[in-house]
């Protein structure tokens, strides 16, 4: 069973960066890629990022030269690096291994990490 563990969110005010950390573990060798989608209230989840173990990075076009996906040093952990912040970026973040192409989850979602933008 793998299971992901999201953690750095906050509220930030409009303009503002955060950066979210996501370990994954299990029974489970390394993952060749990994992602973050995102849940905004009355919305269903969204892709936002991923990337792959040869660190190839794709984005959403709603975040692309903002938001900075990077994989950690330690195995299947990723980052989110958030940059200039909307008030429409505010939402749950989770993190998972995508399937490819049609970018959904492949394991079981954690429990996100909260991230609200607003002055």
């Known amino acids: 069973q793998v299971q992901f563990v999201e953690s750095g969110g906050d509220l930030v005010q409009p303009g503002g960066s955060l950066t979210l950390s996501c370990a994954g573990s299990?029974?489970?060798?390394?993952?060749?890629?990994m992602g973050w989608w995102r849940q905004a209230p009355g919305k269903e989840r969204e892709f936002v990022a991923r990337?792959?173990?040869?660190?190839?990075?794709f984005y959403a076009d709603f975040v692309k030269g903002r938001f900075t996906i990077s994989k950690g040093t330690a195995k299947n952990t990723v980052y989110l690096q958030m940059n200039s912040l909307r008030p429409e970026d505010t939402a749950v973040y989770y993190c998972?291994?995508?399937?490819?192409?049609?970018?959904?989850?492949?394991?079981?979602w954690g429990q996100g990490t909260q991230v609200t933008v607003s002055s």
């Open positions: 299990g029974s489970i060798g390394t993952m060749n890629s």
């Open positions: 998972n291994s995508p399937h490819v192409p049609t970018l959904g989850g492949r394991f079981a």
């Open positions: 990337v792959t173990l040869g660190g190839d990075t």
